[in-house]
């Protein structure tokens, strides 16, 4: 398909890719999805579990939504996944990147001398939220700790698991 131009205005549109939603990653992207499990319970594990760390320290992506949890079409599809503030996962995280963020650093630097991002403070809430996960239910799911438990992030079980009960 071609898009419409003035030497050839006869051509089709091409039609931008629909972003989706979060029902949508659940329904149509199990393994996306519970690698997205995989990572938030990381970041909320970051302190207390080696595997947590070994994973979460080898991310680069300044979204944080790089390799190993996620190739580059999945970090695309989670950064274009709708939350229900309307806003797209991107849009959201630029924001808290760079307001939020920022005037966190700054005051914990003053205090502290420490200008490093926390994953179980600063990360990991702001993905709870966006994609409606409580981290006490993840931490207590059974399927899902024995899934990370056989396969770690590429367990092959993760694209059975059905995902935390609904319902907050």
């Known amino acids: 398909m071609s898009t419409p131009t003035p030497s050839n205005p006869r051509a089709s549109p091409t039609k931008p890719t629909p972003s989706p939603t979060i029902q949508n990653l659940r329904e149509n992207h199990p393994h996306l999805w519970y690698k997205l499990h995989v990572f938030i ?3 909320r594990k970051f302190r207390s579990n080696s595997e947590s760390r070994m994973r979460l320290e080898c991310v680069i992506d300044k979204h944080y939504l790089g390799l190993p ?3 580059k079409s ?5 950064l274009n996944t709708i939350l229900d503030c309307g806003d797209t996962l991107q ?3 630029d924001d808290y ?8 650093l700054k005051g914990r630097m003053k205090e502290t001398g420490d200008y490093r991002v926390c994953a ?5 809430p702001l993905f709870e939220k966006a994609f409606e996960v409580k981290a006490a239910d993840l931490a207590k799911n059974k399927a899902f ?4 438990d056989k396969g770690g992030l590429e367990s092959k079980e993760g ?7 609904r319902g907050r």
């Open 41 to 43: 319970y990381d970041l």
């Open 69 to 71: 949890y996620f190739s």
């Open 74 to 78: 999945e970090s695309e599809i989670l």
């Open 91 to 93: 849009q959201t995280l």
């Open 97 to 104: 990147l760079t307001k939020t963020l920022e005037k966190r």
């Open 120 to 124: 179980a403070h600063d990360l990991a």
């Open 145 to 148: 700790l024995r899934c990370l």
């Open 159 to 165: 694209a059975k698991w059905k995902g935390l009960r």
